[in-house]
T-cell receptor, first 113, second 111 residues
Framework: EPEVTQTPSHQVTQMGQEVILRCVPI?????FYWYRQILGQKVEFLVS????????KSEIFDDQFSVERPDGSNFTLKIRSTKLEDSAMYFC???????????FGPGTRLLVL | DAKTTQPTSMDCAEGRAANLPCNHS???????VYWYRQIHSQGPQYIIH???NNETNEMASLIITEDRKSSTLILPHATLRDTAVYYC????????????FGAGTILRVKS
């Protein structure tokens, strides 16, 4: 069964460093998402991406964040200058068509020191 | 998106049916009810969704009341591996709308 994959599974970085989290959505899916979950808290929406542009973003998704679909398969989340409070699990999700089901990847655990 | 109310936690005996309730009294006519679960810190896993009819798949059944103000997710024969946080989410089905997660229900399946 097709699945969303994410790399790396764990990332440790120093505060102020740039990180890129990578996702390979399910092929032929059209909508892509990033969510995050701080330890012990709810899953929070960050951004959605459709037709090569951001379709919606949350307040969390400030200028330090960016997303890109550099080729036909990858979907990346970049954090330009990481802060301690960016430590969280980051989940990528994809969706074939509006009204259908979002499928989530296993997540990347980001730890900012 | 409409808000949902779920119990904080529930226990279920292994092999018995787990019935997880959800209230969504402000649901709109074009909003679907989705259920996801999250096992430990894994990515949320889709379970089932419905609009107004009851639905069943290989994982679970979804019972939606006639007025659509509440629903129940049924895991017919719960196993220890069903221990997870279960999220009831309502959202407009059209468009690629985001999912808004609440705190969910912690289901503990006990042997």
């Amino acid at each position: 069964e097709p699945e969303v994959t994410q790399t790396p599974s764990h990332q440790v970085t120093q505060m102020g460093q740039e990180v890129i989290l990578r996702c390979v959505p399910i092929s032929n899916h059209l909508y892509f998402y990033w969510y995050r979950q701080i330890l012990g808290q709810k899953v929070e929406f960050l951004v959605s991406f459709y037709n090569n542009e951001i379709s919606e973003k949350s307040e969390i998704f400030d200028d330090q964040f960016s997303v890109e679909r550099p080729d036909g398969s990858n979907f990346t989340l970049k954090i330009r200058s990481t802060k301690l409070e960016d430590s969280a699990m980051y989940f990528c999700a994809s969706l074939l068509l509006a009204g259908k089901t979002q499928y989530f990847g296993p997540g990347t655990r980001l730890l900012v020191l | 998106d409409a808000k949902t109310t779920q119990p904080t936690s529930m226990d279920c005996a292994e092999g018995r049916a787990a019935n997880l309730p959800c209230n969504h009294s402000t649901i709109s006519g074009n909003e679907y009810v989705y259920w996801y679960r999250q096992i430990h810190s894994q990515g949320p896993q889709y379970i089932i969704h419905g609009l107004k009819n009851n639905e069943t798949n290989e994982m679970a059944s979804l019972i939606i009341t006639e007025d659509r103000k509440s629903s129940t997710l049924i895991l017919p024969h719960a196993t220890l591996r069903d221990t997870a946080v279960y999220y009831c989410i309502v959202r407009v089905g059209e468009y690629g709308n985001k999912l808004v997660f609440g705190a969910g229900t912690i289901l503990r399946v006990k042997s």
